[in-house]
């Protein structure tokens, strides 16, 4: 089945700056990659997502690229505010039978300094 | 915006008795999903469904659970004789199906075992 791998685990930076967290899949059948948003106590949030017939795709300051060569992909966060830190979490779909299984990855803690 | 909501909020309960956790998917979308997510780990997948019938299930998915659409708008699930392993956050989401990817979770259902 898939496996999905994240880093970092926690990350933390300044208000303002960029943020990157990583992730690596193991299936290359695996063909659609979200991103989930975290809060303390509360439901996983869709934030962006990609495709693999997509390279890149941008939703104002949140970027996710996708590399299916290297089976790899990243979200990027630019100018960072405090109501960015949460846990943020990469998954892959796993198609079978008609159903679209979600592998997550171990999840990034970011915590936005102000 | 329609959104996927699960009952009850908090569930405690004694080791060995019966739980059913309820959830009702967004009206259009076809195919549901139960996960769960042990506090500070990751989301995992337990189950889908689709066409009122388990399309996958993962190895947590033992006999101890089952799912029933037991009508138009509601989706459970059920274990049948709880383990204090079974604490953890469940949560239900639900997709359009046909090609579109998107999972919407609901809010969860904190289980706890004693």
């Known amino acids: 089945g898939e496996n999905v791998e994240q880093h970092p685990s926690t990350l933390s930076v300044q208000e303002g700056d960029s943020a990157v967290i990583k992730c690596t899949y193991s299936d290359s059948a695996s063909n659609y990659f979200p991103w989930y948003k975290q809060e303390l106590g509360k439901r996983p949030q869709l934030i962006i997502d990609i495709r693999s017939n997509v390279g890149e795709k941008k939703d104002q300051r949140i970027a996710v690229t996708l590399n299916k060569t290297a089976k790899h992909f990243s979200l990027h966060i630019t100018e960072t505010q405090p109501e960015d830190s949460a846990v943020y979490f990469c998954a892959a779909i796993t198609a079978g039978a008609g159903s679209y299984q979600l592998t997550f990855g171990k999840g990034t803690k970011l915590s936005v300094i102000p | 915006e329609p959104e996927v909501t699960q009952t009850p909020s908090h569930q405690v309960t004694q080791m060995g008795q019966e739980v059913i956790l309820r959830c009702v998917p967004i009206s259009n979308h076809l195919y549901f999903y139960w996960y769960r997510q042990i506090l500070g780990q990751k989301v995992e997948f337990l189950v889908s469904f689709y066409n009122n019938e388990i399309s996958e299930k993962s190895e947590i998915f033992d006999d101890q659970f089952s799912v029933e659409r037991p009508d138009g708008s509601n989706f459970t699930l059920k274990i049948r004789s709880t383990k204090l392993e079974d604490s953890a956050m469940y949560f239900c989401?639900?997709?359009?199906?046909?090609?579109?990817?998107?999972?919407?979770f609901g809010p969860g259902t904190r289980l706890t075992v004693t």
């Open positions: 989401a639900s997709s359009e199906g046909q090609g579109s990817y998107e999972q919407y």
